[in-house]
């Protein structure tokens, strides 16, 4: 695992997600707030002439069931609103409005299969430590498929409704084995409010307690921090250490 602390969290992350972006790649893409800097700077560079996603396809993490993809909070609406739409990325999603939900998360693990996989995978982190939407207890081995939302996430996410009410129960979400499948995996993590869920998450045991912790058994993961969100972590200063002396020819 590679943890990067950094002022800059959305250039960094956006660096390890251009490293793969040529025509064929697969993208996988994230909701939240957390990965709203690492678009900017993709459409920026995009804008700029220095990078082009023609030929790109991506794929998203989850979705909120029982919420009309026309609804501007839908994980579908955000991504095509933040990013997919300005790059002229097709973008696929777990459909929302699917009445066969297992159908659907069926549907959608053969569409990521028969792209031929995710090439990036990048991730937020919520404060409970899911990705995705798997929430503590999920299998780790799991596949896309419906979950019930923590009251935590619920909460965390009211902020994008009018009210708690108002946030869905059910999600469809890729599950932590189909996200491990992904070739490179790029958790962005920003804020003191997610210190207590990477620390978990990199130096804690692999425990469906913290569905993050899983990234630690896959070969090729990169953490992108802020000091906030670092503030947990024990091994810092190795960390620093590491990036001082990476070596040039090692790419993302
Ligand atoms: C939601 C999403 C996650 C995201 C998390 C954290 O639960 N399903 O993919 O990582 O929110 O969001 P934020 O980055 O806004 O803190």
Redesign the pocket.
Known sequence: MEVVITADPGFVAADAIAAHVRPGAVLGL??????LPVYAELLRRRDAGDLSFDGVQAFT??EYVDLPRAHPQS?HAVIRREFTEAAGITVDAPNSEATDIPAEAARYETAIRNAGGIDVQL?????DG????NEPGSSLASRTRVKTLTPQ?RA??ARFFDSIDDVPVH?L?QGLGTILEARHLVL????E??AAAVAAAVEGPVSAMCPSSVLQLHRHVTFVVDEAAAADLRLTDYYRFVADHKPEWQAW
């Open positions: 994230a909701t939240g707030s957390s990965p993490l989850d994980y991730l937020g982190i919520g404060t899911h990705i995705g939407f996430t965390d996410n999600v979400t962005v993590a920003t804020g409010g997610k």
